[in-house]
């Protein structure tokens, strides 16, 4: 007596086979996650409104700065303490400049972005020219690598902004209103 239970052919043995059932719970799944991922843009939005008050703010509050100070003589224990201050804004000038080289890559700019940049470098520029004059007065040159330090700041804050937003998928965009 034969065994009936044995399939004969391949194509019987794969229709025996029982079907194979998807699991109860994969929609929750896939809902949850599109739900984690609405929650998190919200910062994404936040991050914006700062980078471009940072944006908006810093270089106008700098070149206010600029403006108004004034070359003064300072007495000669000053000049010791501007001294030290110098030494210490050359440092930080260096570890800016060297996070500046990090933290920059044209290859994520809009065009609102690359004009931002722009304006910040010109800024920066302007400032190294200043430096370059020949005979400044102690107070002026301390004056003048703060601002240089501060812009610096602005400059890398920006690119890190920008970076972080690029991470992110989007993009530095400051304008006020987006017309299609």
């Not at 739900?35 to 703010?57: E, F, G």
């Not at 600029?66 to 440092?91: F, G, R």
């Not at 690029?166 to 304008?175: C, L, V």
Request: glycine share 4%; proline share 6%; net charge neutral.
């Amino acid at each position: 007596m034969s065994d009936t239970r044995t399939p004969k052919q391949w194509s019987d043995a794969f229709a025996a086979l029982p079907l194979e059932q998807p699991a109860t719970d994969g929609w929750s799944r896939v809902a949850a996650r599109l739900d984690a991922r609405k929650r998190a843009r919200w910062p994404m939005w936040l991050a914006t409104a700062a980078a471009l008050l940072l944006a908006i703010a810093l270089p106008w509050r700098i070149g206010q700065r600029s403006t108004d100070l004034a070359p003064h003589t300072p007495a000669k224990p000053a000049i010791v303490a501007t001294t030290d201050s110098l030494e210490q804004l050359y440092a930080e000038s260096a570890q800016l400049e060297a996070l500046l080289a990090m933290a920059r890559d044209e290859r994520v700019s809009s065009g609102s972005a690359a004009a931002m940049a722009g304006d910040l470098d010109r800024q920066l520029a302007s400032i190294d020219a200043a430096l370059m004059q020949p005979d400044l007065p102690p107070a002026r040159q301390l004056a003048l690598w703060r601002d240089r330090v501060e812009a610096l700041r602005a400059v890398v804050g920006f690119e890190g902004t920008r970076r972080w937003l690029a991470a992110q998928g989007e993009r530095y965009d400051g304008a006020l209103a987006l017309v299609d």
